[in-house]
């Protein structure tokens, strides 16, 4: 079947035209959507999801194959990846799909074991009320809870499984409006699982908390990749909505920028006020320097 080509969007302070920016210097975000990967009773179509998570990655790294393009993301052989999910209920149940994360394992396969593969979050009952079986054993992609891991670093007050375990982090979060002063529960805010239990209670009202919690050491350095479910999300506080969509970038600020955009275009056709930028988001650029908003970052568009 064939595939609209991608539409390419600069955003850039400067106004530099495309050809004439550095390739070192440009951000890049992938928007992609698959009509075909979901439906409206939240059934995934797994193989439209696989293709839909194929895309966006070679998109994103300009490589021809997977091996390849998690190369140039910085996986080896010898890593272990941790992947943090967003299974939290709060507003809205949007757990993430399964079928992507099963096209997102079998893509890392492609450099890695299975059993290298380490898939996380707080508490581990969340995952099982998500429909994820708990699997601590050798064989397999990994599956437990951080109240169930390696304990917590000290230092860095994080989970034992992204400061010890893993070499390389994954950042799976949820297309998430849950409105008010917290604005969206995106890239930066879920990391909160991530953190000793309590400090939780600090990523809701305290910004600049929030936005150091993405430049500690373990999630700084290690995370590469930042993965957006918006096959379902939602466009307000507790309502669903089917953008049919993935949003992968290297850099968490700009991706969750262009998360931003995705809800408030929504939000506009459904003539709600947009949200505003979470204070937070330009925190972790400005002060923490962990990305851009717009200066210097170029979305592509991919409609398949």
């Known amino acids: 079947m ?7 969007f600069i955003l850039s302070a400067l106004l530099v035209p495309l050809f004439q920016q550095s390739a070192t210097a440009a951000v890049k975000v992938v928007l992609a959507r698959n009509p075909r990967a979901i439906n409206e009773r939240n059934v995934c179509n797994a193989l439209e999801t696989a293709r839909l998570f194929d895309r966006a990655l070679l998109e994103l790294t300009a ?37 992507l994360i099963d096209a997102l394992c079998r893509s890392l396969q492609s450099v890695i074991p299975a059993n290298r593969i380490i898939i996380y979050d707080n508490p581990e009952a969340a995952l099982i009320k998500s429909g994820f079986s708990i699997n601590r054993s050798a064989v ?8 169930h891991g390696d304990g917590f670093d000290a230092g860095e007050r994080l989970t034992r499984i992204i400061s010890a375990t893993a070499s390389k982090v994954i950042n799976l979060a949820s297309l998430k409006c849950v409105e008010e002063d917290m ?9 909160i699982g991530s953190l000793l239990p309590e400090d939780m209670p600090k990523c809701h009202n305290d910004p600049d908390f929030l936005a150091e919690v993405s430049s500690r050491p373990s999630i700084k350095n290690k995370t590469i990749l930042n993965l957006c479910d918006g096959l379902r999300g939602s466009y307000r506080r507790g309502v669903p909505w089917y953008w049919g969509g993935i949003i992968m ?6 991706g969750e920028a262009a998360a931003l955009q995705v809800i408030n275009e929504k939000r ?26 717009v ?3 170029v979305q592509t568009k991919i409609e398949m």
């Not at 595939?3 to 390419?8: A, G, S, Y």
């Not at 397999?140 to 109240?147: E, H, N, S």
């Not at 604005?183 to 990391?191: G, I, M």
């Not at 970038?249 to 700009?254: L, M």
């Open 2 to 8: 064939n595939m609209r080509k991608p539409i390419f």
């Open 183 to 191: 604005v969206a529960s995106l890239f930066l805010k879920n990391h």
């Open 63 to 99: 490589a021809k194959t997977h091996e390849e393009a998690w190369k140039m993301l910085g996986l080896i052989a010898s890593d272990t990846v941790a992947i943090k999910l967003n299974c939290n209920n709060w507003t809205i149940a949007l757990n993430p799909h399964r079928e």
């Open 295 to 297: 200066r210097d970052v």
């Open 249 to 254: 970038s290297k850099d968490a600020v700009a």
């Open 268 to 293: 506009q056709k459904e003539k709600l006020p947009p949200l505003a930028e979470p204070e937070a988001l330009r925190i972790a650029e400005i002060k923490y320097r962990l990305g851009s908003r």
């Open 140 to 147: 397999g992609v990994r599956f437990f809870g951080t109240d």
